[in-house]
């Protein structure tokens, strides 16, 4: 049935780019904000930023609360997955930042040490840059190459240096990113990051896995079902950049591969493997060898 799922991603080429949300990591709000939950999390006297939606990245970007609850579950699920408690006393970066991360920190007033987003998008970097007053945030603009983001970008080497100080970052956390790095960019990705954790620290990103999951919340599985693929099987392949016409939108990789990039690096153990949630996709925790 590989032809058939190869079919159907071709269909997309004409439905795909007006009709992205399933693919959103994030596709359903997340936690009401009448729930205690939301209150626990949230603190009062919120400060927001205004980001025009041109800059937002993702599926969500149109509607701002929605968008914005995305980046605050998140940021409330990462401490519980790396087991580090709370966000208090972590300084994060945060690769391919985005702005939701932000707009979330400063809108629920979620504690963090500091926040350092980095990003390719160097009109985003400018303005969150110039909006965001608070001094624990930094932003740097990175000017690396990637197919679907930034075509004119320098390539991304295991020795690109970023303006951040070594062993910094007690975590260092990419959203949606490695969803769009081919492998050569996901293998120095992870080594041109490794310099800067904390022997202590911790790095997470999430991607996507060219598998059907158990619990439905994976990109196959939203492909499958929305089409109905009962018999569908994995490619095999270990890398496979799937949909047609838009260079790394899907950047789907075997389990065994993406795992071996991790082992290539050297510099990385992995800590755990993780089933897509609701509200994100397949994502990987490693810390320092
Ligand atoms: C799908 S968006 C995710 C944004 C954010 N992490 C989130 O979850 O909302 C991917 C982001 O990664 C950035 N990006 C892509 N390749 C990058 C690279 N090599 N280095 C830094 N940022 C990159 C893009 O500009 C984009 O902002």
Redesign the pocket.
């Known amino acids: 049935m590989r032809s058939g799922l190869l079919e159907v991603i071709g269909s997309y080429l004409g439905v795909a780019y007006h009709d992205t949300s399933f693919l959103s990591?994030v596709s359903r709000p997340l936690i009401p904000r009448s729930s205690t939950l939301y209150a626990g999390f949230m603190k009062n006297n919120a400060t927001d930023i205004h980001v025009p939606e041109e800059l937002k990245?993702?599926a969500l970007k149109p509607d701002e609360e929605r968008y914005i609850d995305?980046?605050a579950h998140?940021l409330r699920r990462i401490p519980e997955w790396l087991g580090c408690g709370s966000l208090e006393d972590k300084n994060i970066l945060?690769?391919?930042?985005?702005?939701?991360?932000t707009q979330a920190i400063l809108r629920d007033e979620i504690l963090v040490k500091s926040y350092t987003g980095?990003?390719?998008?160097q009109p985003?970097i400018e303005h969150l840059s110039t909006t965001v007053a608070d001094p624990r945030f930094h932003y740097h603009h990175?000017d690396?190459?990637?197919e679907?983001?930034?075509t004119s970008?320098q390539p991304?080497t295991p020795d690109t240096r970023l303006p951040c100080a070594e062993q910094s970052f007690d975590i260092i956390c990419?959203?949606?990113?490695f969803?769009?790095?081919a492998p050569h960019?996901y293998r120095a990705?992870l080594q041109a990051l490794r310099p800067y954790v904390k022997p202590s620290g911790q790095l997470i990103y999430s991607l996507y896995l060219d598998e059907l999951t158990s619990g439905g919340h994976g990109l196959i599985n939203s492909i499958v079902a929305k089409h109905d693929l009962k018999d569908w099987q994995p490619s095999g392949e270990p890398f496979r950049d799937a949909f047609p016409g838009k260079p790394l939108q899907w950047a789907l990789y075997s389990r065994e591969h993406a795992l071996e990039l991790i082992e290539s690096t050297g510099c990385w153990a992995v800590d755990s493997i993780n089933e897509p949630e609701e509200h994100i996709q397949h994502f990987i925790v490693c810390t320092p060898k």
């Open positions: 990591e990245r993702g995305s980046g998140l945060d690769v391919g930042c985005g702005t939701k991360f980095i990003d390719v998008y985003m990175m690396t190459h990637n679907m983001y930034n970008g991304l990419l959203f949606s990113v969803t769009h790095l960019d990705m």
